[in-house]
């Protein structure tokens, strides 16, 4: 085709001309929007169980290894338990607790004994009711102060952080979803409009082609890499250079989320602080978690310990009254109705507690301190594994749109 054939053709259909980059624009954004979209979207598999047939969200999808990958990041680098609870006071907390600590010592001590000991209990005149229930709760901030003290210097044999963090993750994938996509919105705006300014660059060597070739596989073909190229680079350019890096001389260029680190630490901070690492989250994992039964060894020691000293002198008689198998049993219903007040008395502590630990300033300051591939961890996992189901999808709707192109606006 000569030079004035292609000026000629150019003249007489400038408006496909003109769509061309136009489309190309609106391939990449589109493309980006969906490659967006399905990696958050649906939380839950939505198409025909068993199958291919349907998708959920790339990040829900893989929640268990998402929030492993985090997590491990977190514990290795970000915080450690010891340190986190040894910044609590023993003291301060039971002076937080001690008047609800009276409350439950009173109402503990007269169950039990109305229970296993109901005639002596009621025929002790309520002066001495009043002395036992008061000497026992003399003994209870000791041994309150003691527990926590213990608990703060072996959290990791009562608490395993990791555990409590992906379990929780994965019961609310909606978090999951919170932790990538808040720490990455200008990231994600960046990939939507990025999309735009290489399409519009694709699109008009699009516009080359299709002059000198009139190929109807031109549309598709460049929508289908407009779809890919876009996407691929877009991802590329988030996380490298890790290093502020110059390219030909004349453009600057970092990575956009290296660039944000100060940022993302805040946010980041911020987040785990508010929906992961929350006091009541924690008490949950070291009730009900895996290493739970090592808190309530400690806690059945102590009361069991507070039992017998109380009763010291009165033992012999208690155990010949109720028999030996009652004594075991009164001790430990002591125990488990301490366990019970443990969710309240931790709600009056919460606010000390939270200040004290201060999980954000430490997860903060712990963040600017990694190096470039530590940091690139908070995000990048995100992305790696299945990037390239997000641009094969980039490049597939790329290549659909320009095959309706060649439908629709090309002359026929």
Same mark, same amino acid.
Request: glycine share 6%.
């Given at each position: 085709?000569? +030079?004035q054939?292609?000026? &000629?053709?150019? /003249?007489?259909? !400038?408006?496909?001309?003109?769509?061309?980059?136009?489309?190309?624009?609106?391939? #990449?954004?589109?493309?980006?929007?969906?490659?967006?979209?399905?990696? @958050? %979207?649906?939380?839950? +598999?939505?198409?025909?169980? $068993?199958?291919?047939?349907?998708?959920?969200g790339?990040?829900?999808?893989?929640?268990?290894?998402?929030?492993?990958?985090?997590?491990?990041?977190?514990?290795?680098?970000?915080?450690?338990?010891?340190?986190?609870?040894?910044?609590?006071?023993?003291?301060?907390?039971?002076?937080?607790?001690?008047?609800?600590?009276?409350?439950?010592?009173?109402?503990?001590?007269?169950?039990?004994?109305?229970? =296993?000991?109901? *005639?002596? !209990?009621?025929?002790?005149?309520?002066?001495?009711?009043?002395?036992?229930?008061?000497?026992?709760q003399?003994?209870?901030?000791?041994?309150?102060? *003691?527990?926590?003290?213990?608990?703060?210097?072996?959290?990791?044999?009562?608490? &395993?952080? %990791?555990?409590?963090?992906?379990?929780?993750?994965?019961?609310d994938?909606?978090?999951?979803?919170?932790?990538?996509?808040?720490?990455?919105?200008p990231?994600?705006? @960046?990939?939507?409009?990025?999309?735009?300014?290489? $399409?519009?660059?694709? #699109?008009?060597?699009?516009?080359?082609?299709?002059?000198?070739?009139?190929?109807?596989?031109?549309?598709?073909? @460049?929508?289908?890499?407009?779809?890919?190229?876009?996407?691929w680079? /877009?991802?590329?350019?988030? +996380?490298?250079?890790?290093?502020?890096?110059? @390219?030909?001389?004349?453009?600057? !260029?970092?990575?956009?989320?290296?660039?944000?680190?100060?940022?993302?630490?805040?946010?980041?901070?911020?987040?785990?602080?508010?929906?992961?690492?929350?006091?009541?989250?924690?008490?949950?994992?070291?009730?009900?978690?895996?290493?739970?039964?090592?808190? +309530?060894?400690?806690i059945?020691?102590?009361?069991?310990?507070?039992?017998?000293?109380?009763?010291?002198?009165?033992?012999?008689?208690?155990?010949?009254?109720? #028999?030996?198998?009652?004594?075991?049993?009164?001790?430990?219903?002591?125990?488990?109705?301490?366990?019970?007040?443990?969710?309240?008395?931790?709600?009056?502590?919460? #606010? =000390?507690?939270?200040?004290?630990?201060?999980?954000?300033? *430490?997860?903060?300051?712990?963040?600017?301190?990694?190096?470039?591939?530590?940091?690139?961890?908070?995000?990048?996992?995100?992305?790696r594994?299945?990037?390239?189901?997000?641009?094969?999808?980039?490049?597939?709707? $790329?290549?659909?749109?320009?095959?309706?192109?060649?439908?629709?606006?090309?002359?026929?």
């Amino acid at each position: 085709m000569s +030079f004035q054939s292609i000026v &000629d053709d150019v /003249a007489a259909n !400038w408006h496909v001309y003109a769509t061309m980059p136009v489309i190309a624009a609106l391939i #990449g954004y589109i493309t980006k929007r969906a490659a967006i979209e399905m990696m @958050f %979207r649906p939380i839950d +598999f939505v198409g025909i169980k $068993g199958t291919f047939i349907g998708w959920q969200g790339v990040i829900p999808r893989n929640s268990h290894r998402m929030a492993s990958i985090a997590m491990d990041l977190m514990t290795t680098n970000l915080i450690r338990p010891k340190e986190i609870f040894s910044r609590l006071d023993p003291k301060r907390v039971t002076d937080e607790l001690r008047e609800p600590l009276r409350e439950a010592v009173d109402e503990i001590t007269r169950e039990i004994m109305s229970m =296993y000991q109901p *005639t002596v !209990w009621e025929m002790m005149p309520e002066p001495a009711q009043r002395m036992l229930v008061r000497r026992v709760q003399s003994q209870a901030p000791r041994i309150v102060e *003691t527990l926590i003290a213990e608990v703060a210097e072996n959290i990791d044999d009562v608490l &395993d952080v %990791r555990d409590m963090a992906v379990t929780n993750l994965v019961r609310d994938k909606a978090v999951l979803n919170r932790l990538i996509r808040d720490i990455s919105r200008p990231e994600m705006r @960046f990939i939507a409009r990025s999309g735009i300014y290489f $399409g519009t660059v694709i #699109g008009l060597v699009q516009v080359v082609a299709w002059a000198i070739t009139h190929s109807p596989w031109i549309m598709p073909i @460049f929508g289908g890499l407009t779809g890919w190229l876009t996407d691929w680079l /877009a991802l590329k350019m988030i +996380f490298l250079p890790r290093q502020p890096k110059r @390219f030909a001389g004349l453009v600057t !260029w970092q990575g956009m989320f290296q660039k944000r680190k100060e940022e993302v630490a805040v946010d980041y901070g911020n987040l785990i602080a508010d929906e992961i690492l929350t006091l009541q989250k924690v008490l949950e994992a070291v009730l009900t978690g895996p290493k739970s039964d090592r808190l +309530f060894v400690m806690i059945e020691r102590e009361v069991r310990r507070a039992i017998d000293a109380q009763l010291s002198v009165a033992k012999p008689l208690v155990v010949v009254s109720i #028999g030996s198998r009652r004594y075991q049993e009164m001790k430990q219903l002591a125990t488990r109705k301490a366990i019970e007040r443990i969710p309240e008395a931790v709600r009056r502590v919460e #606010g =000390y507690a939270t200040e004290a630990m201060d999980v954000r300033n *430490t997860i903060i300051d712990q963040i600017k301190g990694l190096t470039p591939l530590q940091y690139e961890g908070l995000l990048r996992p995100a992305f790696r594994q299945d990037e390239w189901k997000l641009i094969a999808v980039g490049a597939i709707i $790329g290549f659909l749109v320009g095959e309706l192109q060649v439908l629709l606006v090309l002359p026929h």
